[in-house]
């Protein structure tokens, strides 16, 4: 079965603790993305990668990191530098970045 | 910067009606127009997407239609189905990483 790969599903975390979510996929993509999502906004950007050991900045990476060490991996830690990091994180994927990107099952992230 | 708008927020329709999303996009120069819909905690799941040389496609009960000069985008639900119930999310991209993503139209499907 091809597709993306998120874990955990749910993650709850102290203040000031980083935790990193995890997302795979087997779908031989080369560009990777992480999302945020919060009730009644749109998805918002916070990483890209387009090729393994590079990767960009999007709209809202302020607080968080990713590597790309593998292609098939893009996992993204929220530091405790993140102020607001209660959301719902959505990772996806594309053969490059003008095609159709496929989205994994996300992560619920919960500070407590 | 572009935006794109999806109206109204939220729709009920009964079984069986045939209905028509609709997305409204403010930068016409778009590489590709994408549905999705998403139900309620999970991820986006890809319905259609239609290149900007493109008019409609097409898949099953779904028919997505693109007219760039206007800036919109339309998504037609033949026979709704209590199981179409779902958020459905309209995005546009310039070919580049920066999708823009709408905020979504809630469907209900009443049995």
């Known amino acids: 079965d091809g597709g993306i790969t998120q874990s955990p599903k749910y993650l709850f975390r102290k203040e000031g603790q980083n935790v990193t979510l995890s997302c795979e996929q087997n779908l031989n993509h080369d560009a990777m993305y992480w999302y945020r999502q919060d009730p009644g906004q749109g998805l918002r950007l916070i990483y890209y990668s387009q090729i393994v050991n590079d990767f960009q900045k999007g709209d809202i990476a302020e607080g968080y990191s990713v590597s790309r060490e593998k292609k098939e991996s893009f996992p993204l830690t929220v530091t405790s530098a993140q102020k607001n990091p209660t959301a719902f994180y959505l990772c996806?994927?594309?053969?490059?970045?003008?095609?159709?990107?496929?989205f994994g099952p996300g992560t619920r992230l919960t500070v407590l | 910067k572009q935006e794109v708008t999806q109206i109204p927020a939220a729709l009920s329709v009964p079984e069986g009606e045939n209905l028509v999303l609709n997305c409204s996009f403010t930068d016409s120069a778009i590489y590709n127009l994408q549905w999705f819909r998403q139900d309620p905690g999970k991820g986006l799941t890809s319905l259609l997407l239609i290149q900007s040389s493109q008019r409609e496609q097409t898949s099953g009960r779904l028919n997505a239609s693109l007219d760039k000069s206007s800036g919109r985008s339309t998504l037609y639900i033949a026979a709704s189905q209590p199981g179409d119930s779902a958020t459905y999310l309209c995005v546009t991209n310039f070919g580049n990483e920066k999708l823009t993503f709408g905020t979504g139209t809630r469907l209900t499907i009443i049995p």
């Open positions: 996806a994927s594309s053969m490059a970045r003008e095609t159709e990107q496929f």
